[in-house]
């Protein structure tokens, strides 16, 4: 979880590989919209701010983050890509619906990761409330989504 100190969007350029010979796939949860695009503008900023060219970032929708599994594989499998980003929030409700989406979500991640050669980058806010999720995809604590970004950047450098 991060901390008041923690600020999900800072990073170090000259730390990180030039992003510009790079493909990246993006899939995206429409459910919590408001925070799943604020996770993708962050993480498009930042992949572009280090030099990734726009035509070689693919942005993909699925229903939620439970379908983030299934849509990261298929743009494994048909896009070429060199990293995916999987951006979710799920946000915890009065039932065990959060707990069984979560853990299946991450499990799949988890998956997909070790059975292909082709990162895929946990970007899935598993909160308490919208306030926390907001907190996380913008607000306070910064975007998640670049911190994501940055990851996938340096995966995909590993990968090559």
Same mark, same amino acid.
């Given at each position: ?7 999900? $969007? ?18 995206? $949860? /429409?459910?919590? $919209? ?10 498009? #900023? ?7 060219? #726009? ?11 439970? /379908? ?8 494994? #499998? ?10 979710? $929030?799920?946000?915890?409700? /009065? ?51 670049? /911190? ?13």
């Amino acid at each position: 979880m991060a901390t008041e100190n923690k600020n999900l $969007s800072h990073y170090d350029k000259a730390t990180i590989p030039n992003a510009k010979n790079f493909r990246f796939g993006i899939v995206v $949860s /429409e459910w919590n $919209s408001n925070i799943t695009h604020n996770l993708f503008k962050g993480a498009k #900023e930042a992949l572009l701010d280090c030099g990734a060219i #726009e035509k070689n970032i693919i942005k993909w929708d699925v229903p939620g983050s439970f /379908e983030l599994v299934f849509g990261a594989k298929k743009m494994i #499998e048909n896009q070429n890509v060199d990293a995916v980003i999987a951006i979710g $929030s799920v946000i915890q409700g /009065e039932t065990k619906h959060f707990d069984f989406v979560c853990s299946a979500t991450a499990q799949g991640i988890k998956d997909l990761n070790v059975q292909h050669n082709t990162p895929v980058i946990f970007c899935v806010l598993t909160d308490n409330t919208m306030q926390q999720a907001i907190e996380r995809s913008g607000g306070k604590h910064g975007n998640k989504g670049t /911190e994501a970004a940055i990851a996938a950047i340096k995966m995909a450098a590993l990968g090559k």
